[in-house]
């Protein structure tokens, strides 16, 4: 079985999150329009966003960081397409405790989790403290982190993700109060709504759902139909409703 006998990757999403067109070119105008030299990515993926950024400020230069190798390649063949290649690096290391800061501008879109150690709970009070150091000196992050609508069920954690907590996220204002004590100001706070989370949720199965419809009898099907019921399930039955997104833009403090 050949990797074209699978079904492909996330080909109807532009961005690897709840994130709409229309609210990335108003971040990217936000933040272009600080002229940032140098962007770096943190779990970039294929770097739609980086990428946007790199197209409005001419002569700026990007680094993206990320484990997955699929990804990069993606981001790699986007960035020529756009002639881009020679102003971005798609990098495939850990950003745990990089030395690639600072930037002026710093990404971390729902990519926290490259920033805490492995196999520990998940600390945004250290994503933040990262954050602060990599960031240079009148510069930006633009963080995009997971916070709770309201504090969920019992009964919807356990339909969430494999051994989903009530503190694996914050409320939206302990949240913005953590980056405020980390060494930042909030110059914006935004949150995705509900048409962007369906768009991405439907969008991050769509490839595999059709695959299936398509392909029912596929040694792979069981295994492929078994992870997009799982996914689907969670979304619905879980955090629907009760994760959300934030898009904070954040400016680091003296």
């Known amino acids: ?25 108003r971040l990217v105008a936000d933040l272009s329009a600080a002229r940032p030299a140098t962007v770096l ?37 986007l960035a020529e ?29 729902g990519a926290g989790q490259a920033l805490c150690d492995p196999g520990g709970p998940y600390d945004v009070a250290a994503v933040l403290r990262e954050l602060r150091r990599l960031v240079a000196p009148g510069g930006r992050v633009l963080l995009g982190e997971g916070f709770w609508e309201r504090v969920p069920a019992p009964e919807e954690l356990a339909r969430m993700w494999p051994g989903a907590r009530e503190d694996d996220h914050l409320p939206l204002a302990a949240l913005v109060d953590e980056a405020v004590g980390a060494g930042f100001r909030p110059a914006r706070i935004e949150t995705a709504d509900r048409d962007e989370w369906e768009r991405f949720e439907s969008g991050y199965r769509h490839d595999a759902e059709l695959w299936l419809a398509a392909h029912p009898g596929h040694p792979a099907a069981a295994a492929t139909r078994a992870r997009v019921d799982r996914q689907r399930s969670s979304w619905l039955g879980g955090y629907r409703g009760v994760l959300g997104m934030a898009y904070l833009t954040l400016v680091p403090v003296g």
């Open 81 to 109: 397409e756009r002639g881009l290649a020679g102003r971005v690096g798609f990098v495939e290391e850990s950003a745990l405790r990089t030395a690639r800061g600072p930037a002026d501008l710093v990404l971390c879109l």
């Open 1 to 25: 079985m050949t990797g074209n006998d699978l079904p492909p990757r996330l080909t109807r999403l532009d961005f690897h999150g709840p994130l709409s067109e229309a609210r990335a070119r």
């Open 41 to 77: 990515d943190i779990g970039c993926g294929w770097g739609g966003f980086l990428l946007r950024i790199l197209d409005a400020v001419p002569g700026a230069t990007g680094t993206g960081l990320d484990v997955d190798g699929e990804d990069l390649a993606r981001g790699r063949a």
